[in-house]
T-cell receptor, first 112, second 111 residues
Framework: GEDVEQSLFLSVREGDSSVINCTYT??????LYWYKQEPGAGLQLLTY?????DMKQDQRLTVLLNKKDKHLSLRIADTQTGDSAIYFC????????????FGTGTRLQVFP | NAGVTQTPKFRVLKTGQSMTLLCAQD?????MYWYRQDPGMGLRLIHY???????AKGEVPDGYNVSRLKKQNFLLGLESAAPSQTSVYFC??????????FGQGTRLTVV
């Protein structure tokens, strides 16, 4: 199937690191994305990784890709209350590059 | 540069009524998508288009129709609305090899 799976909730203390996990479906996916959705808003691209990379770092964000296990993770260092949102991973299928498939989303709650 | 614009932002329909949601993008993108977002189910693809005059079914197409008569516009139609179609609808656009840009969403309630 084309189900991209994520855990639904994550709660962390301000200043700690957050790790959001995603299991995707297509081991040959070329592009994998992380999007952020704030309450009442659309989705905004946070970061992305190409399938030929294992890791990508962008300021407080670190993306890790394990192609063997089809596992993608997003680590947010020094998590702030402004990071509270829903985070979606998404993949472009290699056998149908027209389709952009999203995960179920993980709601991150940051408490003081 | 407006990006992706969805109209309307909110709508309440009675069961059996019809309506059309409009998505407009000014980025000359080839691909356009309609998703619905429901609690705990993430974003599910309804229909998509890979270019002017083309449409294709996504994961949950039943009860919806789409048209892409102009490259910049992608319309989502509900011919006979049902309470199960109560959701938040998002439109997105992209070109091949690039990320998708999203509209702000349309909150639809069917009573």
């Amino acid at each position: 199937g084309e189900d991209v799976e994520q855990s639904l909730f994550l709660s962390v203390r301000e200043g700690d690191s957050s790790v959001i996990n995603c299991t995707y479906t297509d081991s040959s996916s070329t592009y994998l994305y992380w999007y952020k959705q704030e309450p009442g808003a659309g989705l905004q691209l946070l970061t992305y990784i190409f399938s030929n990379m294992d890791m990508k770092q962008d300021q407080r964000l670190t993306v890790l890709l394990n192609k063997k296990d089809k596992h993608l993770s997003l680590r947010i260092a020094d998590t702030q209350t402004g990071d509270s949102a829903i985070y979606f991973c998404a993949e472009i299928l290699s056998y149908n590059t027209d389709k952009l498939i999203f995960g179920t989303g993980t709601r991150l709650q940051v408490f003081p | 540069n407006a990006g992706v614009t969805q109209t309307p932002k909110f709508r309440v329909l009675k069961t059996g009524q019809s309506m059309t949601l409009l998505c407009a993008q000014d980025m000359n993108h080839e691909y356009m998508y309609w998703y619905r977002q429901d609690p705990g189910m993430g974003l599910r693809l309804i229909h998509y288009s890979v270019g002017e005059g083309t449409t294709a079914k996504g994961e949950v197409p039943d009860g919806y129709n789409v048209s892409r008569l102009k490259k910049q516009n992608f319309l989502l139609g509900l011919e006979s609305a049902a309470p199960s179609q109560t959701s938040v609808y998002f439109c997105a656009s992209r070109n091949s090899g690039t990320e998708a840009f999203f509209g702000q969403g349309t909150r639809l309630t069917v009573v």
